[in-house]
């Protein structure tokens, strides 16, 4: 199936075209340096660049696939979670072109994106499977079977802070530049991960995450040290803890539940020294580590699309058109459509 996906769900406006599970266009805008100055994503502003970037990037999409909207089968749309005005215009703007070319609609949960977006260079998932999803605003560790047809069972979700998040605020606190993920992952590469021993919360308690505690402890170790503190060990040694507390858990989960695949997706999954120590736990335990691409991992329309190729393969329902956005969607499947299955 040809599947054209939108997703708008925070600051990024991506489109992709997939066809029988490969991506054969997309295209991407941010608002990320208009958020810049506010320290975090507007959603006014976010929701405005939507409604701008949204037909040029369709356009640069298909072109880039060689192909028109006559050979699409379908139109997939995050429908949730995420911010809500910027949420309506992806799922507006899949609606009008799903009217207009005649074709069926797809509410996909944004997180169900993530991860089908290792299948677009990695291939279908195995019969089962464990995710670890790592972003902005989740920390989930998920239990996975066919990814169109099966529920999605919570191993473990972050009680507090999502990795992300605290990645960024940490940024904030060495004075590093926004977004702070990436800024932390450059950071680090120059400091000793063993320099100070930063909390691990909740190791060897099953599978919820925290961060707040290790957020409050490099905030008050860089008090203590006043101008004096190195900002590439303070960035590695943080990075360490939490790559750490990630990755243990995620292979006990694989262990436990004799599951002989770990996914790793969203935002954080870009991490290098998450892939690193990832692939040297996996490999120790006899565990297939897949990882898609770094700019897989970060929000794109493609992983969209990817879900809606899958969701159509499967016979699935499409969404009614009255589909409404949803904020805070748990994740318990990939469609969104209220009445499937
Ligand atoms: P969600 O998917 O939970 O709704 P989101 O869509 O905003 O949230 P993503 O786009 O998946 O999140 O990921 C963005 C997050 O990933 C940000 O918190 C960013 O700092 C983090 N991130 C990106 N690259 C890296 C990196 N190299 N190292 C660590 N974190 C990173
Ligand atoms: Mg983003
Ligand atoms: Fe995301």
Redesign the pocket.
Known sequence: AVVLGIET????TGVGIVADGRLIGAALASSMDEHARYGG?VPEIAARAHLESLVPCVEAAFRQAGIGPAELDAVAVTSG??LATALQTGLAAAKAYALAWDRPLYGVH??AG?VAADTLEHGPLPRRSVAL??????TSLLLLGDLARDPIVHLGDTRDD????A??KI?RILGLAY????A??RAARDGDPRAIDFPRAMLGAGYDFSFSGLKSAVARHVERDGPGFSVPDVAASF?EAVVDVLTRKAVDACRAHGVDTLVIV???A???R?RRVAAERCGAAGVTLRIPS?RL???NGAMIAAVGGLLVAAGAPPSPFDLAADPSAPLTRASLTPDRL
């Open positions: 769900s925070c600051d990024e994503v979670p995420g944004h997180l993530h999803i790592v972003s902005g605003g989740h999502a990795a992300g998040e990645f960024d940024a977004p702070g993920g990436p932390v992952d990075q969203g935002g954080v870009a991490n290098h998450l770094p991992c970060t929000d």
